[in-house]
């Protein structure tokens, strides 16, 4: 089954803005919406945005997601030490029936 | 508070079976989609399956349609996974995820391996 696409690294300065991608189709991401994930080593997911702007309950608000077509992305205001992980998206594909991930961004905060 | 324990990783022959628990707790488990997602060592995550709230629809990734059933039991807040025809590539941590990802375990390992 078919994935999202992301960019396999994102580096950025500290305090600094990061917007990360993630490309889909009119199957998944353009119609569905994205959901984004961050994961530190070693640690499960936790869910920082879904259905494009979303954002559970304690995310911060530096976190905000958008989508434009059949992209989607999630933007990092004031970069932070601890925003240094890695991120996932992912979306319902309604050809499929399946849920589909990105492969993922590692950010590294300079 | 909102939690999900995995439970049933462990070592196992290609070929043979292993069924995974995963308890929930902390939120009414009965109205949640809940989703099996897995993670191979040093690679991403990877959907395998998820299930509806009454256990009425259920979808698989393809590499595991055939080999592996999502199931639920509501009255017990637990959702399994059993797996048969186990490979190599199968080998990842486990986890379990709650709604749209809300919420996650810690993740199981399983290693399949002779």
């Known amino acids: 089954q078919a994935g999202l696409t992301q960019p396999p690294s994102v580096s950025k300065g500290l305090r600094q803005t990061a917007t990360l991608t993630c490309t889909g189709n009119s199957n998944n991401v353009a119609n569905q919406g994205a959901a984004w994930l961050q994961q530190h080593q070693g640690h499960p997911p936790k869910l920082l945005s879904y259905r494009n702007n979303n954002r559970p309950s304690g995310i911060s608000e530096r976190f905000s997601a958008s989508r434009s077509g059949d992209t989607a992305s999630l933007t990092i205001t004031g970069l932070q030490p601890e925003d240094e992980a890695d991120y996932y998206c992912?979306?319902?594909?309604?050809?499929?029936?399946?849920?589909?991930f990105g492969g993922g961004t590692k950010l590294t905060v300079l | 508070e909102v939690q999900l324990v995995e439970s049933g990783g462990g070592l196992v022959q290609p070929g043979g079976s292993l069924r995974l628990s995963c308890a929930a707790s902390g939120f009414t488990f009965s109205t949640y989609w809940m989703t099996w997602v897995r993670q191979a060592p040093g690679k991403g995550l990877e959907w395998v399956a998820s299930?509806?709230?009454?256990?009425?629809?259920?979808f698989y990734v393809d590499s595991v349609k055939g080999r592996f059933t999502i199931s639920r039991d509501n009255a017990k807040n637990s959702l399994y996974l059993e797996m048969n025809s186990l490979r190599a590539e199968d080998t990842a941590v486990y986890y379990c995820a709650g709604g749209i990802g809300e919420c996650w375990g810690q993740g199981t390992l399983v290693t399949v391996s002779s």
């Open positions: 992912s979306a319902w594909d309604t050809s499929l029936s399946a849920v589909v």
């Open positions: 299930i509806e709230q009454d256990g009425s629809e259920k």
